[in-house]
């Protein structure tokens, strides 16, 4: 076994590998840029080392000062996690030159199955059953011989970027077209392949473990189908879809799948299945690296993934053969992302105020953050993952949606109340899951409004601010009692704002505290977390500020008109495409905005004139921050 290992990454993944590396005894070094200087990983692990600024272009994707680190600490072996450099050849073949064990498969398995197309034809060469279609020098002309639906897949990536669904083959051209583009963008190589479409598929996938010694076994599958915009939302093992015979065979075909290109270490074979018949199953791709869904194999396999990814790169022999691997109960888990369903899912940001991150028998929390974390838009948006296990499907359900109901992360708003409401959803309870579900359903699934007991409790905590708490006379003027002189109390009132303002009197009763908030409300009560003016109950979570309407009075005079554009999101502005004095038209694209690797597009809402625009490329802006001002056109004759 090594004596110490540089991990690679960042955030929840890298304090992961770190805690099985604590429990083997072996040394950890974690590497940070300017803006992890401060963070979990950083803090727990062994050693750590300054690897560059922000841009993750100029520290966790450099190879070069990642190996310097390496050198310095004297580590053996580097851990990449996964995400950043966890999939990329070259930096295998660095590592290896620079005489450090890469934790992961041989450079030529990685750059292999990273090609979708070379990995389609040698595991189909290996009787892997893959899904029609393939790359073709006439694409056009092969997705049409397939018939319609299909999907046009870039050869070079992954996470959805560029792929295009196409049910009008009348369309098919323009298609093809715009998935180049994307594809040229997002991975500097347009290479297309076209598959036959799944309508409502199962995403299920076989975890595989393989030493140097020429063993290869596979723990099971994970059902993967609950999904939103390709991204994975929710994993769970095993799948309520397989029978065992399904099972058996789909993990045989995985193990060919990775002896097929010499693979070693944990990797994942993915498999499309037709929900209506799951024994005509078909290779999607491998990922060649540790999944960030491994904790529920863990669960039910018993073993700890991390420490067999470290053992085989030291050299030895699996403990155990197929036949000794069971799985045993069910172990689901969710993403906790730094996103606001609410607000169309785009990244938020900000500090972690008050952090409560769940535990108890059978609950899991691998997570990255702690009281006081920045965060930024960076990185990715994904800050934790929330585990339960159970012995059977449905008290593994339920119990991770407490463990969510639990979550707090106040200050930076989070996905977790959407995670639970899609965790009681009646589809996902019956098990009857497909890729589309999340999308369909969504709509039922966000918060919809702010509740009153909310600005109830925002209303207890400034009453509580304003209420004297010393002991002798109390002037009746200073306490927000409604009190007056020679009258009918008058009841306090506050100008509050989640969303849109609203003048809101209390009625119900209140308890305060440094951390919670109760009210009662026509004989319900209800306890918040608070922090700031920020408050969570169940998951969801709302920052509550002070509105003042004489000022916004003013603000809306002074722009006589006017439309404020305003940060959908925290994040960079990467382009600005216009200037003070420009007449613009409406729908015209202004500026773009960058945050955990999504873009969004300031468009003008209307003709007018730019009076305003305050930012430039490279500036960091704020949520509802605003970037520039719109005043409209004068009306023509």
């Given at each position: 076994m090594f004596d110490t290992v540089l991990v690679a990454n960042r955030g929840e993944i890298a304090v992961r590998v770190i805690r099985t590396l604590r429990a083997l005894g072996v040394r950890s070094v974690a590497v940070f840029s300017d803006a992890d200087a401060g963070a979990r990983h950083v803090r727990e692990a062994d050693e750590a080392v300054r690897i560059g600024p922000a841009p993750a272009a100029e520290s966790y994707l450099s190879a070069e000062r990642l190996l310097a680190a390496a050198e310095r600490t004297g580590a053996q072996a580097v851990h990449p996690g996964y995400g950043f450099l966890a999939e990329n050849a070259a930096f295998a073949r660095a590592c290896a030159e620079a005489g450090l064990v890469f934790i992961g498969p041989p450079a030529d398995a990685i750059a292999l199955m990273g090609d979708k197309i070379r990995a389609k034809e040698t595991v189909a060469a290996a009787g892997v059953p893959v899904v029609p279609g393939g790359r073709d020098p006439d694409l056009a002309r092969a997705a049409r011989a397939l018939g319609a639906p299909v999907l046009l897949k870039p050869s070079a990536g992954g996470g959805g970027k560029g792929m295009r669904l196409v049910r009008d083959l009348a369309v098919l051209d323009e298609e093809i077209a715009a998935a180049r583009r994307e594809a040229r963008a997002s991975f500097g190589d347009d290479t297309l392949l076209v598959e036959r479409w799944v309508d409502r598929p199962r995403h299920i996938e076989i975890q595989v473990l393989a030493d140097a010694h020429g063993h290869v076994v596979h723990l099971g599958e994970r059902e993967c189908s609950l999904q939103r915009r390709h991204q994975k939302v929710v994993e769970e093992a095993p799948s309520v879809l397989l029978d065992e015979a399904t099972?058996?065979?789909?993990?045989?075909?995985?193990?060919?799948?990775?002896?097929?290109?010499?693979?070693?270490?944990?990797?994942?074979?993915?498999?499309?299945?037709?929900?209506?018949?799951?024994?005509?199953?078909?290779?999607?791709?491998?990922?060649?690296?540790?999944?960030?869904?491994?904790?529920?194999?863990?669960?039910?396999?018993?073993?700890?993934?991390?420490?067999?990814?470290?053992?085989?790169?030291?050299?030895?022999?699996?403990?155990?053969?197929?036949?000794?691997?069971?799985?045993?109960?069910?172990?689901?888990?969710?993403?906790?992302?730094?996103?606001?369903?609410?607000?169309?899912?785009?990244?938020?940001?900000?500090t972690v105020l008050r952090l409560r991150e769940p535990e108890g028998e059978g609950v899991r929390t691998d997570?990255?953050?702690?009281?006081?974390?920045?965060?930024?838009?960076?990185?990715?948006?994904?800050?934790?993952?929330?585990?339960?296990?159970?012995?059977?499907?449905?008290?593994?359900?339920?119990?991770?949606?407490?463990?969510?109901?639990?979550t707090v992360t106040l200050g930076v708003p989070t996905n977790a109340g959407f995670l639970r409401r899609l965790l009681a959803h009646p589809a996902v309870v019956a098990g009857e899951l497909d890729t589309g579900l999340v999308e369909r359903e969504v709509a039922g699934l966000v918060a919809d409004g702010v509740p009153e007991e909310v600005y109830e409790a925002a209303a207890a905590v400034r009453l509580d601010a304003l209420t004297p708490k010393g002991g002798g006379w109390t002037d009746p003027f200073a306490v927000p009692s409604g009190w007056r002189l020679g009258g009918e109390p008058a009841p306090a009132s506050f100008h509050l704002k989640v969303t849109d303002p609203v003048e809101y009197t209390p009625r119900g009763t209140h308890t305060v505290t440094a951390d919670t908030v109760t009210v009662t409300l026509d004989g319900v009560r209800h306890t918040f977390h608070r922090a700031g003016d920020w408050l969570g109950r169940d998951g969801d979570a709302w920052q509550v500020r002070d509105h003042d309407p004489v000022a916004a009075s003013l603000t809306?005079?002074?722009?006589?008109?006017?439309?404020?554009?305003?940060?959908?999101?925290?994040?960079?502005?990467?382009?600005?495409?216009?200037?003070?004095?420009?007449?613009?038209?409406?729908?015209?694209?202004?500026?773009?905005?960058?945050?955990?690797?999504?873009?969004?597009?300031?468009?003008?809402?209307?003709?007018?004139?730019?009076t305003a625009l305050d930012v430039t490329p490279g500036t960091a802006v704020a949520m509802d921050q605003v970037l520039a001002v719109i005043a409209p056109a004068e009306d023509t004759p």
């Open positions: 099972r058996a065979a789909m993990g045989e075909a995985a193990v060919q799948a990775a002896r097929s290109c010499g693979y070693r270490g944990a990797g994942t074979v993915e498999f499309i299945v037709p929900g209506t018949d799951p024994s005509s199953y078909y290779f999607m791709e491998m990922n060649t690296r540790l999944q960030v869904e491994h904790p529920v194999t863990e669960f039910v396999t018993g073993l700890d993934l991390v420490e067999w990814q470290l053992r085989v790169a030291a050299g030895e022999k699996l403990g155990f053969g197929q036949a000794d691997v069971r799985l045993t109960g069910h172990a689901v888990e969710a993403r906790l992302s730094a996103e606001d369903p609410a607000r169309g899912f785009l990244p938020t940001g900000g997570s990255g953050l702690s009281e006081g974390t920045e965060v930024g838009s960076r990185y990715d948006p994904m800050l934790a993952k929330v585990i339960a296990y159970g012995p059977d499907r449905e008290t593994a359900l339920r119990k991770l949606r407490a463990a969510l109901a639990e809306r005079a002074a722009q006589a008109g006017a439309d404020s554009l305003t940060a959908p999101m925290p994040g960079t502005v990467t382009v600005v495409k216009a200037a003070v004095g420009d007449e613009v038209t409406a729908g015209q694209s202004l500026l773009v905005v960058e945050a955990m690797k999504m873009e969004h597009v300031i468009s003008a809402p209307h003709a007018g004139t730019v």
